[in-house]
C-alpha cells in the first residue's frame, strides 16, 4: 500500500496541472434544417498548440441526416470541413428505416476566442413516425468524440489522451495519422431537440385532401393542355 502511494500522488499531480477541454454545442436556427455547432475550449495557450488539429467524430442520430452533396458544396466554398464516412447512406429514408451516420469535422480556430476551435455542421431532420396522440417526438444528439494530432508532445496529451484512432491527416490528403482520442468536459450530457410529427387521427383528413389536390391539379394541367396545346395528326 505504502509503495503506491506516492504513484498516486504523482499521477494526481499530473491531473491537477492539467487544464480541461471543454467541449459545447448547440443547434442554430428553427425549422427541419438546422446547423450544429461545436465549439472546443483548451485552457492552454494556442501558441502552444500551433502545431495540433482538431478532428470531431460525430454520430448523427437515426432521427436526423446530413447531406453529403451539401457538405462537397460547403467545402468548395470554404465554408466548413466535414465528410461523411458511413458507407450506406439513404437520404430520403424516414427515421425508423434509417440507421446512425457519422461524420468528420475538422474543426478550426475560433477567430473570437484564443484558445477555442469551432466546427460547423448543417442537419436536417427526417420524416418520422405519426403518433397517436402526442405531436413532438424528442431527439438525442449524444456527444462526439474528440480526436487531436499534434506534431509533438504536450502535456495535454498525456493528461486527457485515451486512445489512438486512425484516421485521415486533412480532407485533401490520403495520409492516414494516429489521432489522440481526448476526454473532455461538456456542458451538456447530451443534447436534445423536439421534432413535430403528424397524428394518425389525421391520416383520413390527409389522404383525401392529398387526393383532392391531385385530381384537381391533374385536371387544370389536362385543360390547359387541350386548350393551349398544338396538335399535329
Same mark, same amino acid.
Given at each position: 500500500?505504502? $509503495? +503506491? ?7 494526481? $499531480?499530473?491531473?491537477?496541472?492539467? @487544464? ?7 443547434? %442554430? ?20 498548440? #500551433? ?12 432521427? %436526423? ?5 451539401? %457538405?462537397? @458544396?460547403?467545402? *468548395?466554398?470554404?465554408?466548413?470541413? /466535414? ?17 446512425? @451516420? ?8 475560433? /477567430? #473570437? ?5 469551432? /466546427? ?19 431527439? &438525442? ?5 474528440? %480526436? ?13 489522451? #485515451? ?10 490528403? *490520403?495520409?492516414?495519422? !494516429?489521432?489522440?482520442?481526448? !476526454? ?10 423536439? &421534432?413535430?410529427? $403528424?397524428? +394518425? ?12 389536390? +391531385?385530381?384537381?391539379? @391533374? ?15
Amino acid at each position: 500500500m505504502l $509503495g +503506491t502511494e506516492p504513484r498516486a500522488l504523482r499521477f494526481l $499531480g499530473v491531473r491537477a496541472t492539467c @487544464s480541461e477541454i471543454i467541449l459545447r454545442q448547440e443547434f %442554430l436556427k428553427d425549422g427541419f434544417h438546422r446547423d450544429l455547432l461545436i465549439k472546443v475550449k483548451f485552457g492552454e495557450s494556442i501558441e502552444d498548440l #500551433q502545431t495540433c488539429r482538431l478532428l470531431i467524430k460525430h454520430y448523427i442520430p437515426t432521427g %436526423l441526416f446530413v447531406d453529403p452533396y451539401e %457538405l462537397a @458544396s460547403l467545402r *468548395e466554398r470554404n465554408i466548413t470541413e /466535414a465528410v461523411m464516412v458511413s458507407e450506406s447512406f439513404n437520404l430520403e429514408a424516414p427515421s425508423y428505416l434509417s440507421t446512425e @451516420s457519422a461524420v468528420l469535422i475538422y474543426a478550426r480556430q475560433d /477567430a #473570437q476566442c484564443i484558445d477555442c476551435f469551432q /466546427a460547423f455542421l448543417p442537419v436536417h431532420y427526417r420524416y418520422h413516425r405519426p403518433h397517436k396522440k402526442d405531436g413532438d417526438t424528442l431527439i &438525442v444528439v449524444n456527444n462526439p468524440d474528440l %480526436l487531436m494530432h499534434c506534431d509533438q508532445e504536450f502535456p495535454i496529451l498525456k493528461c486527457w489522451a #485515451q486512445s489512438e484512432v486512425a484516421a485521415p491527416c486533412s480532407l485533401k490528403s *490520403e495520409e492516414i495519422c !494516429q489521432w489522440k482520442n481526448m !476526454q473532455y468536459k461538456s456542458i451538456l450530457k447530451n443534447l436534445t431537440v423536439q &421534432v413535430p410529427v $403528424g397524428l +394518425t387521427i389525421h391520416t383520413s383528413l390527409v389522404c383525401s385532401v392529398t387526393l383532392l389536390i +391531385t385530381v384537381l391539379c @391533374s385536371t387544370l394541367i389536362l385543360l390547359a393542355v387541350f386548350k393551349y396545346g398544338h396538335f399535329s395528326l
